[in-house]
DNA sequence: TATTGTTATACTCTATAACTATA
DNA sequence: TATAGTTATAGAGTATAACAATA
């Protein structure tokens, strides 16, 4: 065949990902990664970020919920969660209250501002969460989830 | 009906995550956490972090691609990625060539002890990710992935 | 002895502004 | 003037060790 010697190759004109496309974390990540962005848009007039999000809709749904209780549903370290309830508190969102059985332990509330404030963002979330996945059937989002949740859940 | 004032709520026994569950990015995101942990472990062994792996990955399979195209394929910032490849560079994993068009740019290019380290990691890469959806058939794995990839590309 | 909440701290990851060399 | 690569730097996010108060 032809002179074949140092033949430096053509630049790449198109990155091909294949590979990791082929990847379930890679494409979770890319997914997830997609969702928090247009999350942290849609959250910024509340003032939330995706954690103070969710640890504020656990107190919502769970009156009384302690720090520990929160980072093990949450997946978070309980020094982190601690400058995150006292600028919570500071905000007047939350309060805390004397746990009824555990002297060790605090329990967590949201205040009426609080409340106010997560029922607007919940439903704003479920908005953009529901934007997100506009293309697809609602039948396609029902088992993205489901599949989802299998995953992560043992 | 019964007296109501000033009863004090009972702890929370059982945390209810319900709404955080029908978000799709507070799935995604705990979905991608879970097979990032495994693949943690699981690169361990060849020094590899998820964002080496992918780095390594997409020059692997793109010789000659630039840092630029890197970054736009993978989503990452342009100064994130000089250390990176700097540190894979000193371990002899990847090789700097001066671009064949363009003088600004460099191509990025696999050493062959990058290649064979790659080979394998790939390999395990693959087994791992096989592992995380071993309990979903084949055909649910097939259609996360599907349904993953329509969040994020556009 | 174990657990809740806390302090202090460190490490990783990611983001932005500004510079240089080349196009 | 625009782009590729780089430097310096700052901010999130996350992790561990160790402590006081209570169980």
Redesign the interface.
């Known amino acids: 065949m032809g002179a074949a010697k140092a033949v430096?190759?053509?630049?790449?004109e198109r990155?091909?990902?294949?590979?990791?496309?082929?990847?379930?974390?890679?494409?979770?990540?890319?997914?997830?990664?997609?969702?928090?962005a247009?999350?942290l848009e849609a959250m910024a007039p509340y003032g939330l970020r995706?954690v103070e999000f969710?640890v504020l809709?656990?107190i919502q749904?769970?009156?009384?919920?302690?720090s520990r209780?929160?980072c093990?549903?949450?997946?978070l370290q309980p020094p982190n969660l601690v400058g995150l309830i006292r600028q919570l508190e500071k905000r007047a969102l939350l309060l805390r209250r004397p746990?009824?059985?555990?002297g060790r332990a605090v329990?967590l509330h949201l205040s009426a501002d609080g409340q106010r404030l997560m029922r607007d963002a919940?439903r704003t979330?479920?908005e953009i969460?529901a934007g997100?996945?506009a293309?697809?059937s609602a039948s396609?989002?029902a088992?993205?989830?489901r599949?989802?949740?299998?995953?992560?859940r043992r």
Do not use: C, M, W
């Open positions: 430096a190759p053509p630049p790449v990155v091909d990902t294949g590979f990791l496309e082929s990847l379930l974390g890679y494409n979770a990540r890319r997914a997830a990664l997609t969702a928090i247009r999350f995706p969710s809709s656990v749904h769970n009156p009384g919920v302690t209780q929160l093990a549903a949450l997946g746990h009824p059985q555990d329990g919940e979330a479920g969460d997100i996945v293309h697809l396609e989002r088992t993205l989830i599949l989802l949740q299998k995953v992560y």
